[in-house]
């Protein structure tokens, strides 16, 4: 892209031009100077400053505010965008100042009153302890978000996930064989990792529907689900197939083990959440935990100068 803007703020219009290359999709910019050349109309351009790494996947944009020029940039999503103010520091340096950030800010939402409910909320709202409910997963920038960090934990996990004194360890695997944190479409349990049946044709991971591994092995895992798919379409007043409705994570609080699961279709940032819980062969609905997600933007306190040669 191309922009005619006076980028630096010396009161004179540059050349603005920027490009998003690569596999990780960065953004790099370059500021030039019209030059008039003697006895022409015309003028050449001269390279004021080459800006790298200043963003990802996100076209720059510039904003004005009180006769100044910011440049507003992001790496990804909206709680990374970062407004920027270029000047010429020096005859030979440039400087990028970073004058604000976006800090996202999580509330919890919930009537629920069981104790679990009621952790999970205080967990959602401590913002020291809260990273894994407000950042987002993306496996690659040319893909969108897969959700939440919570929903993305270990594989396997180690769990007494039905509170029988049991702990087993629940594998994330893709009919294509292997573990897969992301797009799982297999679950199983056991000490090692199953052995994946090869497909009887070709599988799209985005598309197939999720499902617990056929045998023996994994009918303690497959009970649990059967229950709660039944706890929770009674609930919800609809069919919720397990687990190809949605994405789960497990939480512990008092040496018991629940069931977190967002239903959302598109991608799971925790706006509503259901809380089951299983013990041996019963599983009840527990309630609903929702995270609000906002945004502001704060000054920037440490790292917001960067100094770039000509």
Not at 58 to 77: D, K
């Amino acid at each position: 892209g191309i922009e005619i803007v006076d980028s630096d703020n010396d009161g004179i219009d540059d050349i603005f031009i920027w490009n998003i290359l690569g596999s990780l999709r960065i953004l790099s910019a370059e500021i030039y100077e019209i030059v008039k050349t003697a006895g022409s109309g015309y003028g050449k351009l001269e390279l004021k400053v080459a800006l790298e790494d200043m963003g990802q996947l996100n076209q720059p944009r510039f904003v004005r505010h009180r006769g100044v020029n910011y440049l507003v940039t992001a790496f990804g999503g909206a709680e990374s965008l970062s407004i920027s103010h270029i000047e010429r520091h020096s005859n030979d340096q440039y400087r990028v100042r970073t004058v604000c950030n976006a800090k996202l800010h999580l509330e919890a939402a919930t009537k629920c009153r069981h104790p679990v409910c009621k952790k999970l909320a205080r967990h959602i709202n401590d913002r020291d302890k809260n990273d894994a409910f407000g950042s987002v997963e993306w496996t690659h920038k040319n893909f969108p978000p897969e959700g939440i960090s919570i929903f993305f934990g270990a594989n396997p996990e180690l769990s007494d996930f039905d509170n029988t004194q049991s702990p087993e360890s629940i594998w994330k695997l893709s009919k294509k064989g292997g573990k897969n944190l992301y797009f799982w479409d297999l679950l199983g349990l056991g000490n090692q990792m199953p052995t994946v049946p090869p497909p009887p044709k070709a599988v799209n991971q985005r598309q197939e529907k999720a499902e617990v591994m056929q045998g023996k092995q994994h009918d303690r895992l497959r009970r649990v689900l059967e229950q709660q798919s039944k706890v929770f379409s009674t609930q919800l007043n609809k069919d919720i197939s397990l687990p190809s409705a949605g994405k789960y994570f497990l939480y512990g609080t008092n040496n018991r083990i629940y069931w977190v699961w967002d239903f959302d279709e598109d991608v799971p940032y925790g706006k509503e959440m259901h809380i089951a819980y299983t013990r041996g062969t019963k599983s009840d609905y527990i309630g609903n935990v929702g995270i609000r997600r906002s945004l502001t933007l704060e000054p920037c306190v440490t790292g917001c100068n960067t100094m770039i040669k000509k």
